[in-house]
C-alpha cells in the first residue's frame, strides 16, 4: 500500500465551499483550542491521543484526511505517524486553522483561549528572564536555566517537536469539559463538530 502526505492550501479547502462538509478534516490541536476555533464539520482527536496508538486511529480513518492543527506543525508530526502506522492518503493544511482563518474560510467556536504556540512562547519567556534575574540577584549559576531553555528551544526547532507544548497540553486549562479520548474514538468513530 502506497502511503503519501500532500500539503493541502488554507486556499483550496476555502475553496470547496459547502463541499468541505464531504471532506473528513481531522484537527489534532488540544480540546482546548479545539473548543476555542474549529473548522465546521472537523474532528478533535488531540495528538498526543492519537500518537497513543496510530495504527488503531489509521484504520478507523477514511481513504483521504485532512488533519488540521494551529499553523500545521502538529498536523505534520501527526501525518508522519498515520503514514508510518498504514494509513493510504493524508493531507496537511498548510499554516493549520490560523492560515484557514486568514483567507476568510469559516471558523467556528466559543470559549477563546491562548494557541499552544502562546503558551509556550509565555512559559519559554518567564523561564529565561527568571533565570537571568536569579542569576544576578540569587547565585551566578541560575544562568543555566536560561541555557537550557534557549537549548530546548533550539532542540524544538531542529526536530520539529516540542516537549514543553507536550506537557503544556496536559494542564488543567488546556482541557475542554468533554475531552476527547483514544477510547471514545475507537468507540464513536470521529464525530464532527456542529456545522452551524
Request: aromatic letters at 6%; hydrophobic letters at 45%.
Amino acid at each position: 500500500m502506497s502511503m503519501t502526505i500532500t500539503q493541502y492550501t488554507a486556499e483550496d479547502l476555502r475553496a470547496l465551499g459547502n463541499g468541505i462538509e464531504q471532506l473528513t478534516l481531522l484537527d489534532v490541536r488540544t480540546s482546548a483550542e479545539f473548543e476555542a476555533a474549529y473548522i465546521a464539520g472537523s474532528h478533535n482527536l488531540p495528538l498526543d491521543q492519537l500518537q497513543k496508538d496510530p495504527s488503531a486511529v489509521a484504520a478507523l480513518l477514511p481513504e483521504d484526511v485532512i488533519l488540521v492543527c494551529q499553523s500545521g506543525a502538529r498536523a505534520g508530526q501527526a501525518a508522519q505517524a498515520l503514514a508510518e502506522a498504514g494509513a493510504p492518503h493524508i493531507s496537511v493544511l498548510n499554516g493549520g486553522i490560523i492560515a484557514y482563518q486568514k483567507c476568510g474560510g469559516n471558523v467556528l467556536g466559543g470559549q477563546q483561549r491562548w494557541a499552544m504556540e502562546r503558551q509556550v512562547r509565555m512559559v519559554a519567556g518567564t523561564l529565561v528572564l527568571g533565570g537571568l534575574v536569579a542569576a544576578r540577584f540569587v547565585h551566578p549559576k541560575m544562568a543555566y536555566l536560561s541555557a537550557g531553555v534557549g537549548g530546548g528551544l533550539m532542540f524544538a526547532a531542529a526536530s520539529n517537536t516540542c516537549a514543553m507544548a507536550s506537557a503544556l497540553s496536559r494542564m488543567p486549562w488546556n482541557k475542554a469539559k468533554a475531552d476527547p479520548t483514544l477510547e471514545a474514538f475507537f468507540r464513536n468513530g470521529p464525530v464532527a463538530m456542529p456545522t452551524d
